[in-house]
C-alpha cells in the first residue's frame, strides 16, 4: 500500500545494505515499530539483502544476529524523551563510523535532527514519521515543540518520508506540500491458535473483553475501563499493559479498575504466544487509540479474527472500514460492549470479515516489497531532500485537530458491517 507521487527512477536488483534505526530494536517484544522492523527486515534478508537492526541494551543479552539480520547493541539513557534520543544519536555514530549503508530507515520523526550526520557520511536516509506526536498528552510544552521541529527536520533533510496512514499522508501534503509513502503495516493472520495459556490467566475462550495499550491519555484505556464499569457486562474486561514513565495516569486507571472485581488487570505481557492467545481468543478487542496512523494493536486483533470496537477517529475508520463499532466516550462503548454480549453470532460474523481483510490490505510480504522498491529508488538517487523548506503552510493546530475530529457520520450504536 503505497501513495504519494507516481516514480519511474530505475530499480536494480543489486544486494543493499540496508540500516534500521530509531526502535528498540529485535527480538520484537514491545511495539509496533519493532515488530515492523522485525517482519520487514527479516523478509528483505529472504530476498538476498544485507539488514543492520540497532537495539537498545537491555536486561538480556542481544544476539548478533536474529533472523539473517545483524544486530548492533547499544546503550540509551533512561528518560521518557532522551532514552529515544541518546540511543538513536548512538546508533547514527556507529553507522557514520563503519561501512556506510546503501540506505537507512529512521524511525520516528523524533530521530530527524540525526539524518544530517547520515547525509555527510553520504548514507542517503528514510525517516518512517510515526503520527502527530506533538499531540500526545504525555508531552510538555518544551516536547510538544520538540516534535513539531524535528517533524520539519525531518520534510527538510530526509530524501523520503513513510507514513502508514492516508490521514498521515494528507497532513504532509496539506502542511508541507511534499509528498509522502503511504506503507502501512502487516499483520499475522491467526487461524488454529491454541488456548491453553489461557487457563494460566483464569480465562476461557470466548470469555473475556480485551484492551492491550499503553497507559496513556490518548489511547483511553480510562474511557475504557469507566465505560465497562458502567455497563451490564457479564464477561470480564482483560486490560493489558502499562506505562514507565506515567505514574499518574497509571494510578488514575488502576484505581478505576480495583472497584470492579469483573476487570483484571494483566500489566504488560511480554509472551507473544500468550498475547497472541489472548488476542484470538477475546470476544471482542475495545481500542482506544487516538492518536497517530495505522496501530499495529488493532491490526493484531483483525489478523486474530477478534472483533474490534474502535474509538472514532478517522485513522481506526481508515483501517477497520465498514467492520467496526466505533465510539467517542464511556456512555456509546458501554452499550457496544452489552449489544456484543447478546449479539455472539453477529460478533462472529464482523469477527471473519475483520480478518479477511487483514489478511487483504495488511500483508507483510507487500509491505516489505513496498520498502524495497523504495530502498532502491533512494539508493540510485531519487530525494525529497529540500523539496520542501519545511515550514508549514497552515497551522498545525488547527489541521491536527481536523483530523482528530468525529467523522459526519454519527458514531455506530450497534455491530454493523
Known sequence: MTAGIEHTAPTSHRRLSIAMIGTRGVPAAYGGFETAVEEIGRRLVDRGHDVTVYCRRTAQPVPKEYLGMKLVELPALRHKILETLSHTGLSVLHATLHRPADVAFVFNAANA????????????????????EWKRDKWGGAGRRYYRWAEQVSVREADALIADAQGIVDYYRDEFSVPTE???????????????????????????????????????????VEGYRASEARLPLVVVGSAPYAADHT???????????????????????????????????????????????????????TMVIAWDVVF??????????????????????????VNPDRVA?????????????????????????????????????RQSSGRAGVSMWSLSDNLSKQPTTAPSRGITL
Open 113 to 132: 535532527p540525526f539524518v544530517p550526520l547520515l547525509r555527510l557520511r553520504g548514507i542517503p536516509s528514510v525517516v518512517h514519521v510515526d503520527g502527530l
Open 182 to 224: 503511504l506503507i502501512s503495516y502487516g499483520t499475522r493472520i491467526l487461524h488454529d491458535t491454541s488456548a491453553d495459556r489461557l487457563a494460566e490467566l483464569g480465562l476461557r475462550p470466548g470469555g473475556y473483553h480485551l484492551v492491550v495499550a499503553r497507559f496513556e491519555p490518548e489511547n483511553h484505556v480510562d474511557i475504557i
Open 251 to 305: 494510578n488514575r486507571i488502576s484505581d478505576l479498575a480495583a472497584s470492579d472485581s469483573r476487570i483484571r488487570m494483566l500489566g504488560s505481557v511480554w509472551d507473544q504466544n500468550q498475547l497472541d492467545q489472548l488476542y484470538k481468543h477475546a470476544s471482542t478487542y475495545l481500542h482506544g487509540h487516538s492518536v497517530g496512523g495505522t496501530n499495529p494493536s488493532l491490526l493484531r486483533a483483525m489478523g486474530a479474527g
Open 316 to 341: 481506526n475508520r481508515e483501517v477497520l472500514g465498514l467492520g467496526g463499532a466505533y465510539f467517542s466516550g464511556a456512555d456509546s462503548l458501554s452499550a457496544l460492549i452489552e449489544d456484543a454480549e
Open 349 to 385: 460474523e464482523v469477527a471473519a470479515a475483520l480478518q479477511q481483510r487483514a489478511e487483504q490490505l495488511y500483508n507483510w510480504d507487500s509491505v516489505t516489497t513496498s520498502y524495497e522498491k523504495l530502498a532502491k529508488r533512494v539508493a540510485v538517487g531519487y530525494s525529497t531532500h
